[in-house]
Nanobody, 126 residues
Framework: QVQLVESGGGLVQPGGSLRLSCIASGSLDFFAIGWFRQAPGKEREGVSCLSMSLSDIRYSDSVAGRFTISKDNAKNAVFLQMDNLEPGDTAVYYC????????????????????WGQGTQVTISS
């Protein structure tokens, strides 16, 4: 079992940047990690994910080219660098983990993941 804690959210103007962090209670060496977001009145959607060895990295069409996911195994952490933010990016952002038993894959589907953080609010507004 792993516990996840997100941080780094806040209020920024359109065009600005934020870096979200997801810190795990233990090693993420054998986990796929995903970032998801949920805006008011909308379903939770996948934003980005990476596999345990970083060979599988994915982005949703809405954030590709603006967001970058990364991982620091030594810190048990996964990051989401968000640049050129738009009002449509406003949401609560969650990180999630799935133990893959050595499988080198990730997914942008919420049902795949077993462990979730509590979320961090990101608001883009002028």
């Amino acid at each position: 079992q792993v516990q996840l804690v997100e941080s780094g959210g806040g209020l920024v103007q359109p065009g600005g940047s934020l870096r979200l962090s997801c810190i795990a209670s233990g090693s993420l060496d054998f986990f796929a990690i995903g970032w998801f977001r949920q805006a008011p009145g909308k379903e939770r959607e996948g934003v980005s994910c990476l596999s345990m060895s970083l060979s599988d990295i994915r982005y949703s069409d809405s954030v590709a080219g603006r967001f970058t996911i990364s991982k620091d195994n030594a810190k048990n952490a996964v990051f989401l660098q968000m640049d050129n933010l738009e009002p449509g990016d406003t949401a609560v952002y969650y990180c999630a983990a799935k133990y893959t038993y050595g499988g080198n894959w990730c997914s942008l589907t919420t049902d795949v993941y077993d462990y979730w953080g509590q979320g961090t609010q990101v608001t883009i507004s002028s």
